[in-house]
């Protein structure tokens, strides 16, 4: 029987952060460089920044407090800008990746050469991780795994005597908290959660019961035997079915190296099969993975000869018996890692020792195939790789050296490429990366007895509080959302305002946002939202132009000077509970094709509102359509260009479209026909109750 061991000299060692200061606020300094922003650092009143700045991570909050333009790649990486005086963009400059901004009244100034607000590819977007938070545990770490509910992260340690082997921690996005933890004085070499229960299965070194199940008691907290196996070598893999029925073993016995267990409700045992592999090749290290169907699994060997290291075996629990269903790698490559992506589901992820240790299998089931469509050269032993949940981005672990240990990955289906977006490099061997179940976190351990959790800054809406962020050119805003909160300007500058359809603006409880001199180009469903009845809309100097029907159910806009509405053949359908108005010496242009759609939530006429007397309403060749709520118009004036149509649904004339109230003269809706204007009535009641006409 083969033993394994280890030799570890452990140095912890503590480090502290203070905030400083990247300039001064007495003498000018010039920054060459882009500038990295630690938790409350803050940009310093003579700092001239001509290479940019970036905020270290998505749980930063930076400071600017310049005097000084700024050039080069602005990164706010998901983290928090806070402005202390007016950030002005100076040529060339371009925003790399947007985070949260407290404007505190202050201007953000675009460049001209800053044409998009986040320019990252969506599928790279949505694999940019940032250091969240860490824990710096006694124990060089093998394997961790999050609760099927993503609020636990477990840990396995490699080596024994130097603490508690496993350990359970709570997670929030503020803080790793240790709870519970077993000492065993032997290695934790693999261990995974239950896919909908606080059951842990759990492998360990070579001495008696090396497979065993715990279950966690949050309320203890405490972690509970229920039930083991005694394999007779180390249990290197572990892998529940997706119906947490089953676990799939892998072990260093060269007669069983591959065991099923049934597991009852209750977290017991049962030996189901095992497979002896001919000759001996031991599953490595936490290496299985099911497909999402249950009907399959990988598996990642120590390479024997030519015998392929990589393999997908058929489980019938009916028979029951493990089928080879097909191999792949046979050129003495030791497998250390596979993930099977849980969406596009005919590819496996390979990590391995050399060569392209990183690789891309298409599995086929029909023909039995395992076909290799990428692979990445890097450097070194690849201990760990695992899929995000959606399938579209890729973790990897390796050991140190050369280049960065923990590399993430955006996975493109249709070509079948990896293109890697975030790298960090932790100087010393990363075992085990896992996603949490929700996609958006990354737990990441090695032997630099540290925990590790990341973030996407992409999974989460981006905060613009209290700011007047102006445009020098066309800006696009893309795959990103934006929520305005308390009261915010977008000044155009006479250039567009493009929301890409990967891309949302939302005004928050209690926020005003204020579009002026500005096209809004590209407004769709409900990419621009109101989030409440206190949620505000103004509009001054507007184009809206629409690509589809936009859908406004919530809040209310105010028209403070001109808005034109455009979009031949689509909707804005008005949907709220709110009064929306057209103030004093503003007007609405409905444009040739489009059709306002007053559609209310509750019954009443008067939601749309004409302040006064100078307050007007144009229809340029459009439709005005109502629904059987009705609609009056008193106050202001219309003006018809070109034949408009109205169309009302209601069956009596009280709700139809009324123009003025019968009661009061300064109450009319006073209507203006163009030269070869008129107005065509298509179904429904039109209503002139103006005095005195």
């Known amino acids: 029987m083969k033993r394994w061991c280890w030799i570890i000299i452990g140095l912890v060692v503590t480090s502290y952060v203070w905030a400083v200061d990247i300039g001064s606020d007495t003498a000018p300094s010039r920054f060459a460089t882009q500038q990295i922003l630690n938790d409350g650092d803050r940009i310093a009143g003579f700092a001239a920044l001509d290479g940019g700045f970036k905020l270290s991570s998505v749980a930063v909050t930076g400071i600017f407090d310049s005097f000084f333009p700024v050039t080069g790649v602005i990164d706010l990486n998901g983290g928090t800008l806070q402005l202390n005086r007016d950030l002005v963009l100076h040529e060339v400059s371009r925003i790399e990746f947007i985070g949260d901004i ?140 997706p119906s947490g029925n089953y676990l799939a073993v892998g072990t260093y016995d060269s007669t069983q190296e591959i065991i099923v267990y049934s597991v009852s409700g209750a977290g017991v045992l049962t030996f189901v099969t095992s497979l002896n592999l001919s000759p001996n090749q031991y599953v490595y290290l936490q290496t299985m993975d099911w497909d999402p169907s249950g009907t399959y699994f990988s598996v990642g060997l120590i390479a024997s000869g030519s015998s392929p290291t990589l393999r997908v075996y058929e489980f019938d629990p009916g028979t029951p018996s493990l089928t080879l269903a097909a191999s792949a790698i046979t050129s003495g490559k030791l497998v250390a890692s596979t993930s099977w992506n849980q969406t596009y589901t005919q590819y496996i992820a390979a990590g391995s020792n050399s060569g392209d240790t990183i690789e891309i299998f298409e599995f086929d089931e029909g023909v039995g195939s395992l076909t290799k469509r990428f692979g990445v050269a890097v450097p070194n032993f690849m201990y760990s790789c695992d899929w995000v949940p959606d399938g579209e981005c890729l973790s990897t672990g390796k050991n140190p050296s050369t280049g960065e240990d923990l590399r993430v990955y955006a996975f493109n289906p249709v070509a079948v490429t990896l293109s890697q977006v975030s790298a960090f490099e932790s100087t010393s061997s990363v075992y085990d990366t896992r996603w949490s179940h929700n996609g958006e976190y990354l737990a990441a351990s090695g032997n630099g007895a540290l925990l590790s959790v990341y973030q996407h800054p992409g999974g989460r809406d981006n905060i613009f509080s209290n700011l007047f962020l102006s445009l020098s050119s066309d800006v696009s805003l893309k795959n990103t959302s934006i929520v305005f909160s308390g009261n915010s300007t977008i000044n155009g500058r006479g250039n567009s305002f493009i929301i890409e359809p990967t891309a949302q603006i939302q005004v928050a409880s209690n926020s005003s946002l204020v579009f002026t001199d500005v096209t809004i180009q590209g407004a769709q469903g409900t990419n621009i939202a109101l989030l409440d009845s206190t949620s505000t809309i103004s509009f001054d100097k507007v184009t809206w132009i629409q690509d589809a029907d936009v859908t406004f159910s919530t809040g209310h806009f105010d028209v403070i000077s001109e808005f034109k509405m455009k979009g031949n053949g689509y909707q804005f359908n008005y949907q709220t509970d709110q009064v929306s108005t057209i103030q004093a010496d503003s007007k609405i242009i409905l444009d040739k094709g489009f059709t306002f759609n007053y559609d209310p939530s509750i019954d009443s006429n008067s939601l749309l509102q004409l302040t006064d007397n100078s307050s007007t309403l144009v229809m340029n060749g459009a439709t005005l359509l109502v629904s059987n709520a009705g609609l009056q118009l008193i106050k202001g004036q219309l003006f018809v260009d070109d034949i408009s149509c109205i169309t009302s649904s209601g069956m009596i004339a009280a709700d139809g479209i009324i123009f003025g109230d019968g009661i009061s003269a300064a109450n009319n809706l006073i209507v203006h026909f163009l030269a070869d204007s008129g107005i065509e009535l298509t179904t429904g009641f039109l209503e002139f109750q103006n005095l005195n006409c």
């Open 102 to 241: 407290i404007g505190n009244y202050f201007a953000f100034d675009l460049a001209a050469s800053s044409s998009c607000i986040v320019d990252l590819d969506p599928d790279i977007a949505n694999c940019q991780v940032s250091l969240l938070n860490t824990h710096t545990l006694s124990n060089f770490l093998v394997s961790t795994d999050w609760s099927y509910d993503d609020n636990y992260i477990a840990t396995g340690s490699f080596s024994s005597g130097f603490g508690p082997e496993l350990g359970v921690f709570s997670f929030t996005e503020s803080a790793i908290t240790f709870l519970t933890s077993i000492n065993f004085d032997l290695g934790v070499f693999a261990l995974r959660w239950h896919p909908s229960d606080y059951l842990l299965a759990v492998g360990l070194q070579s001495a008696f019961a090396e497979l065993r199940i715990y279950r966690f008691n949050p309320g203890g907290p405490s972690l509970s035997l229920i039930s083991f196996a005694d394999l007779g070598s180390h249990c290197t893999s572990v892998a529940w079915h």
